[in-house]
């Protein structure tokens, strides 16, 4: 049996204090009683170094997607045209590749906690730097801001499955997970309220914004150096032991080749078809939604109302799969469901003349919107876990930059395409099209071909974990081995404990002397000793 404490003190499962339990409310672990076989104590610290990366994931997920739903009053304010202001995302998505692969050794090398302080620092750097970019002739600073961040977002995604690896207990590793994984869904949800709240119809207050943004990165940077610790005292499981023994003895190319598991690509790719299409609906929002006639502010809520419902969706899923490991069934259900929902957005919400029949807050399109977060964010932390699990004893921090960097490409690809295509209807119709409704029209038909591919790919993706075999636990069989492994060893420990007891007893022969023949009969003899 193992057993769980949040106690900074030892307990037996009796309820009295163990021998060896700290009394400074650090972590320990150890036998408790004759009665279990394993005790793994963990201190509510954690929570607190899994609030600093959620807080981490958060800001450098508002700065990535900050300029998106007012793309058009950035590029009035600095004279430059949307799609240059596209680029603002697009650099942090396209440097996660190059940079993933070189950040995943960093990570192995200086361990969490300085990553996660690496990972705040970049970020905040990108904050203050974009805060300079005010002008047209300083509008570079934007880019290299956003870039700083984009260096971090490689680190940031790779300490989603390690703070839980290391700090949490096996039965609270999906929830923790999702929880700092929803960062990343917050994050977008503050840029998209935050952004129109802030600059409104003035493109002047771009500069306000990134006044903002920066003193939310330097508060965000100052919490994560006083808080963040490397590693809790003791190990909260049999997995963290083991990452722990390994993290020097094996080395980083030794680590790599695990990830040459075909079964971790295939739910790579699939999570990359499927999660990388919710990335391009954030970066290119704005694209999306203005042909039908909706502003930045009820463009900015409906990119909240795809996260805020997500939040409850990964809660629940997270509690499931903590019961019953199965990641491959729930990415098969959210892939299709969620491709499902995002073409009805696309197809009921999105519609000719909807803005007048309905006005900004449409139903139609906040509704929907939520149905599509609630299921399509959990697939993110449910991805990162699926590939700690498939790739183990790869560190997660591995395993999830595979991950990732999927989605990130997908969603980049897909989002230049599709933006070019949408606003190339502008040229194309001032000089073979006359009036404005007609291009709007023609906007609007791109947008929804948009739409199809996007849902199609979700579909595709639900598909493909079809083939995803059922026997990739590797991390969680592995700990239930060694449980079981440590039940024997105790049950052995038990019986060669009986069993000397037994050897060690005092015999009644060499204590006592039993009369010879000379005092009486067989029978006398007989009854003395049982008298005795």
């Known amino acids: 049996m193992n057993i769980v404490s949040d106690d900074p003190v030892g307990m037996n499962i009796n309820g009295s204090k163990r021998e060896g339990g700290s009394d400074d409310g650090g972590d320990r672990e150890g036998p408790i009683s004759e009665a279990s076989s394993v005790f793994y104590q963990v201190t509510p610290y954690r929570w607190g170094v899994l609030a600093c990366v959620f807080a981490v994931n958060l800001i450098n997920a508002a700065f990535w997607l900050t300029y998106s739903p007012i793309a058009d009053k950035v590029a009035d304010k600095y004279d430059v045209s949307k799609n240059v202001v596209n680029i603002l995302s697009y650099c942090m998505s396209g440097l996660y590749g190059p940079v993933v692969w070189g950040a995943a050794p960093v990570v192995k090398k200086i361990g969490f906690g300085n990553s996660v302080r690496v990972a705040a620092g970049l970020t905040m750097a990108g904050g203050v730097v974009r805060y300079f970019g005010q002008s047209h002739s300083t509008f570079f600073f934007l880019v290299i801001g956003q870039c700083l961040s984009g260096i971090a ?10 703070v839980s690896l290391q700090w949490f ?23 998209f309220a935050l952004s129109p709240a802030i600059v409104g119809d003035n493109p002047d207050r771009v500069v306000r914004l990134n006044l903002v943004c920066m003193i939310l990165g330097l508060v965000m940077f100052i919490l994560t150096m006083l808080v963040v610790k490397d590693r809790p005292a003791n190990d909260p499981s049999e997995a963290a032991i083991q990452a722990r023994e390994n993290k020097d003895a094996v080395p980083f190319w030794e680590e790599m080749k695990h990830l040459k598991n075909s079964q971790y690509w ?33 463009i900015g809520l409906t990119g909240v109302m795809t996260i805020l419902p997500g939040i409850i969706g990964a809660g629940v899923v997270a509690g499931y799969l903590g ?7 729930a990415l098969i259900v959210i892939y299709l469901i969620g491709g499902v929902l995002l073409q009805a957005m696309m197809l009921i919400a999105c519609r000719e003349n909807t803005v007048e029949k309905y006005g900004q807050a449409n139903p139609f399109i906040l509704i929907s919107a939520a149905l599509f977060g609630f299921f399509a964010q959990p697939c993110f932390s449910v991805a990162i876990e699926l590939g700690s699990e498939t790739v183990y004893p790869a560190s997660p921090s591995m395993a999830s930059a595979g991950v990732v960097m999927c989605a990130q490409y997908v969603g980049l690809i897909v989002s230049v395409i599709f933006s070019a295509y949408i606003t190339a209807v502008g040229d194309l119709s001032a000089s073979s099209q006359s009036g404005y409704d007609h291009q709007e029209r023609q906007e609007q038909d791109r947008v929804h071909v948009a739409g199809y591919v996007m849902s199609g790919c979700w579909i595709i993706a639900g598909v493909l974990m079809i083939f995803f075999r059922k026997d990739n636990m590797a991390r969680l069989s592995f700990e239930k081995e060694q449980k079981l492994l440590k039940k024997q060893e105790k049950a052995e420990s038990k019986k060669r404990a009986r069993l000397a007891e037994y050897q060690n007893r005092p015999k009644f022969a ?19 000793i049982q008298k005795k």
């Open 323 to 329: 019961k019953r490991p199965l990641h491959r069934e």
């Open 169 to 191: 207990p096996a039965h609270q590793r999906v929830l923790a997970t999702a929880i700092a994984a929803l960062g990343n869904p917050f994050g977008i949800g503050l840029g």
């Open 153 to 162: 977002r490689p680190l940031v995604s790779q300490l989603l499955g390690l």
């Open 266 to 298: 295939l739910m790579c790719v699939a999570f990359g078809l499927g999660f990388g299409q919710t990335n391009a609906v954030a970066i290119m929002l704005n694209t999306l939604l203005k042909p039908f006639g909706y502003n930045n502010s009820t």
């Open 510 to 528: 060499e204590s006592h002397e039993i009369p010879s023949e000379d005092h009486g009969s067989e029978d006398e003899t007989t009854g003395l």
